[in-house]
T-cell receptor, first 113, second 114 residues
Framework: DQQVKQNSPSLSVQEGRISILNCDYT??????FLWYKKYPAEGPTFLIS?????DKNEDGRFTVFLNKSAKHLSLHIVPSQPGDSAVYFC????????????FGTGTRLTIIP | GAGVSQSPSNKVTEKGKDVELRCDPI?????LYWYRQSLGQGLEFLIY????????KSGLPSDRFSAERTGGSVSTLTIQRTQQEDSAVYLC????????????FGPGTRLTVT
């Protein structure tokens, strides 16, 4: 049962344009959401997060939007740069005392110069 | 400062053999997690250590998997009698207790069972 879903395995975007990565979840107990970025042969690195009490969080070129009623979040990168080419994982945490993160399957983003 | 380190980076083993994977967390991080990523899958939670508390082993897929954390620092994940379906990248992460949402990952150990 995939509680966090990233339905687009890959995405290609022109340099300078906006990249939008999507994530859907099913568990209404999730109260914190994170995006991680992963380069080949490296571990995932934390990118940005959002609490369920907010609907938007911005950090430089990265903005995460949360729509709780739709159980949907998205990551916007603008403007996209070649160094943004990586696999992006959406992750979520449920508040019942367990610190584990539930991850999606990832979206491979390719920025075309 | 140093990040999370894992060893070995790659391990090829024959079916039925035991393997040990090591994780050195960031100094001062009391929380430590093991995940694995199988081909085409997301990261799957395996086990979580927090300080001196009993570990959360709810993600371990079978009793062939075990993990320990000595002295609240280094952790070892042991897989006994490896099977081909155990082939995956095993990732370790650590975090500070007050920011356990933001986990810092090591580079992973790629395990291949032949």
């Amino acid at each position: 049962d995939q509680q966090v879903k990233q339905n687009s395995p890959s995405l290609s975007v022109q340099e300078g344009r906006i990249s939008i990565l999507n994530c859907d979840y099913t568990n209404s107990m999730f109260d914190y959401f994170l995006w991680y970025k992963k380069y080949p042969a490296e571990g995932p690195t934390f990118l940005i997060s959002i609490s369920s009490i907010k609907d938007k969080n911005e950090d430089g070129r990265f903005t995460v939007f949360l729509n709780k009623s739709a159980k949907h979040l998205s990551l916007h990168i603008v403007p996209s740069q070649p160094g943004d080419s990586a696999v992006y994982f959406c992750a979520a945490r449920a508040y019942f005392g367990n610190e584990k993160l539930t991850f999606g399957t990832g979206t491979r983003l390719t920025i075309i110069p | 400062g140093a990040g999370v380190s894992q060893s070995p980076s790659n391990k090829v083993t024959e079916k039925g053999k035991d393997v040990e994977l090591r994780c050195d967390p960031i100094s001062g991080h009391t929380a430590l997690y093991w995940y694995r990523q199988s081909l085409g899958q997301g990261l799957e939670f395996l086990i979580y250590f927090q300080g001196n508390s009993a570990p959360d082993k709810s993600g371990l897929p079978s009793d062939r998997f075990s993990a320990e954390r000595t002295g609240g620092s280094v952790s070892t994940l042991t897989i006994q009698r490896t099977q081909q379906e155990d082939s995956a990248v095993y990732l370790c992460a650590s975090s500070l207790p007050q920011s356990s949402y933001e986990q810092y990952f090591g580079p992973g150990t790629r395990l291949t069972v032949t």
